[in-house]
């Protein structure tokens, strides 16, 4: 073995900009190949989140040693990803950006605040997208907002009644309110009884259509049910591959329906494309129309396979209970559904790449190399989608031991979109390629609203709790609660600003696609009209937790009897602008009021929230927007097309109905 001794080191290489390769992407992806370094990997996560060059230094990188960070150095060249992969990475990474790059978390990160990790384990494969602590995010952002107050705070303490909620409420809390009550005369009961899960149970009873008929579909009908589930169901939840799945439904009706995974799948597969509609009214889709019955005669037939995958863990397996769930949903029975999004979720457990994660947990995450397969990328799509689908409809029901605020914070990366596929070197040019790119970018941008609406919601209800929550030592709190409410507010007025700016830089960095800058906007192409519909009213949700604090506090000093013009300066132009996004929020679901999709049920509830707060609103005598009537009342005819399905809307209609009477008599 030569002596390495006895020969001259070589000088390290230098490390400037000159120093680095000289490969070139397309314009819309030179950020991306900017940060790779002259060995040919690229900056680790952190940076390129943060669009900035990294040292790449083992086994932590300057800035991520600095910081306290992990440092994630990829070992993927992106000079070998295709343009269209490349600009769906680098809108990701522009999502990334908005969510978590402020100012204030450098100088706390600088200061050696401890890291907090959020309620889940935080997933850090290198093939991830992770991000940076909310928790340290959150801290700083508070108290730079409380150290702001105290500094500028003249005024005496602002009294406002404790709050029954400073986020939003389910439905059913809302309409049981004691001022509510007063106002109408007597406690809210639901018209509709509680939903019996092993009665009306979907697909039984007389009415389906006969599965044998169904079973003998010519391929064009096939194609037909095909079309219109990757169409207008999975484009928002894009858990399959599209080219083999088409084969595999294929197969399974060419060679005859068997009890296998293979036709399970194909079933639901069909009796989703059954039930499923280009975007606006479901009127050929209503129960006992030949859809309907056809549908519920596939699910039946395909709920007798679920047993065998219970016992088997597999992805196809773990594929059938999503989309179970997801029918479940188009046809109103959120119960149900939910049993199905818990059992995926738990399926999901024996996935390769949750087992990755943990490894690397264990390892020198800088230095582990984690490669992402095709089975990865249907892994964590499937658990994605379970995972989120399962929160919001738990959010919704009211069930004893799964309490709503379990916590706020979502997985800590996204999942990894599919390469494109093999033959099309010049990027997304296949139909099925397009449709899939499509539906990664709905994907992806949903998901980065719900997490920033998950770190909005941590935010607010951490900052509540120091001011109104009893010190741990003394058991009482510092201020009264009237006054302790007053500095919440005071305090959290100024940080909606800020929140108001990183809702808005979310839509304007939507690609064009799914551009939602304009409320109505037509298009000939259903799927992406539908998933702009969808963000849109996923971002009024974020509009709506933004200003329900206000929102709420103006409608309890009004029940009081404080005219609206004696409230505080922020609380009355804060709770003004909460009630014309209620208004805006009834505007523009209207295309969707009639439709029906697996967030239909969604829809409804939050649109009858709207609805009843500013009836609500109306009925204390609050300045009320423009059209807000009308946009009650076009609520009011959505709720009872859907009556005949969702037996309960008849007592949320009622409600309002009654709301509005009261207005009307005292104006």
Avoid at 27 to 46: E, Y
Avoid at 90 to 117: F, I, M, Q, W, Y
Avoid at 355 to 369: E, F, I, P
Wanted: overall charge negative; proline content about 7%; charged content about 20%.
């Amino acid at each position: 073995m030569a002596d390495t001794n006895e020969r001259p080191r070589k000088r390290p290489a230098a490390r400037g900009n000159a120093f680095y390769p000289r490969k070139r992407a397309n314009t819309a992806c030179r950020r991306d190949l900017r940060l790779l370094t002259k060995n040919g990997q690229d900056s680790c996560q952190v940076c390129r989140a943060r669009k900035t060059k990294c040292d790449n230094a083992k086994p932590s990188c300057s800035y991520c040693l600095s910081v306290g960070a992990s440092c994630i150095q990829s070992p993927f060249d992106l000079s070998s990803f295709d343009p269209a992969s490349l600009r769906i990475l680098e809108r990701l990474d522009e999502l990334e950006h908005l969510l978590r790059e402020k100012d204030e978390v450098a100088k706390c990160n600088r200061s050696g605040t401890p890291t907090e990790h959020a309620e889940l384990d935080h997933h850090t494969s290198p093939t991830h997208h992770v991000l940076p602590d909310a928790g340290r995010d959150e801290r700083v952002h508070i108290n730079h907002a409380m150290q702001d107050y105290e500094a500028n705070s003249s005024t005496p303490g602002i009294r406002v009644p404790p709050l029954r909620s400073v986020l939003p409420e389910r439905l059913e809390q809302i309409l049981e309110w004691t001022s509510t009550s007063e106002i109408l005369g007597t406690p809210f009961t639901s018209t509709a009884s509680p939903a019996n899960p092993c009665q009306s149970s979907p697909g039984t009873g007389t009415t389906l259509g006969s599965l044998s008929g169904l079973a003998e579909l010519e391929p064009h009908g096939v194609n037909e049910l095909l079309d219109r589930f990757f169409m207008h169901v999975h484009c928002k939840n894009p858990i399959l591959d599209e080219t083999e799945t088409r084969r595999l439904v294929r197969r399974a009706f060419l060679e005859g329906l068997d009890w296998s995974p293979a036709s399970c799948l194909a079933m639901l597969i069909c009796a989703l494309g059954c039930i499923s509609t280009p975007m606006g009214p479901s009127h050929e889709t209503a129960p006992g129309s030949q859809a309907y019955r056809d549908s519920g005669a596939f699910f039946q037939a395909a709920q007798k396979r679920m047993g065998p995958l219970m016992l088997q863990p597999s992805i196809m397996g773990t594929q059938c209970l999503f989309l179970s769930g997801v029918y479940l949903m188009s046809i109103f029975r959120p119960r149900q559904a939910w049993r199905y999004f818990c059992q995926a979720l738990a399926a999901c457990q024996d996935f390769s790449f949750l087992a990755k994660n943990a490894r690397l947990m264990n390892q020198d995450t800088a230095t582990s190399t984690v490669e992402v397969s095709a089975d990865d990328v249907l892994e964590q799509a499937v658990y994605w989608s379970a995972w989120k689908s399962e929160r919001e409809v738990r959010q919704e029901l009211s069930l004893p031991d799964f309490p709503t605020s379990s916590g706020t914070h979502y997985p800590t990366f996204f999942p990894t979109p599919p390469p494109p596929s093999v033959g099309t070197p010049d990027g997304f040019t296949d139909p099925v390629d397009l449709r899939a790119r499509g539906s990664w970018l709905f994907y992806l941008s949903e998901i980065s609203l719900r997490r920033l609406n998950s770190q909005l919601c941590s935010e607010i209800s951490t900052l509540h709790q120091q001011y109104t929550a009893p010190s741990p030592a003394s058991g009482t709190t510092t201020a009264t609660p009237d006054a302790g409410t007053g500095q919440f507010l005071q305090v959290l007025a100024g940080m909606v600003p800020e929140y108001e700016s990183q809702a808005q830089q979310w839509a304007d960095s939507l690609p064009s696609e799914l551009s939602i800058r304009h409320e109505a906007i037509q298009t000939e192409d259903h799927e992406e009209h539908i998933c702009r519909a969808i963000l849109r009213g996923h971002l009024y949700n974020l509009w709506e937790l933004i200003y329900w604090p206000f929102v709420m506090a103006a409608v309890e000093l009004l029940a009081t009897g404080k005219p609206q013009h004696a409230h505080p300066s922020f609380v009355r132009d804060i709770c003004q602008r909460g009630l014309e996004a209620h208004v805006r929020r009834l505007h523009i679901n209207q295309p969707v009021f009639l439709h029906r999709h697996h967030g239909t049920w969604f829809m409804m509830r939050c649109c009858t929230r709207s609805a009843f707060f500013l009836a609500t609103a109306a009925r204390h005598g609050a300045h009320m927007p423009a059209g807000w009537l009308e946009a009650v009342k076009s609520t009011l005819e959505m709720l009872d097309y859907w009556s005949a399905e969702v037996p309960e809307v008849g007592g949320w209609a009622a409600a309002i109905e009654r709301q509005l009477a009261s207005v009307t008599v005292s104006h």
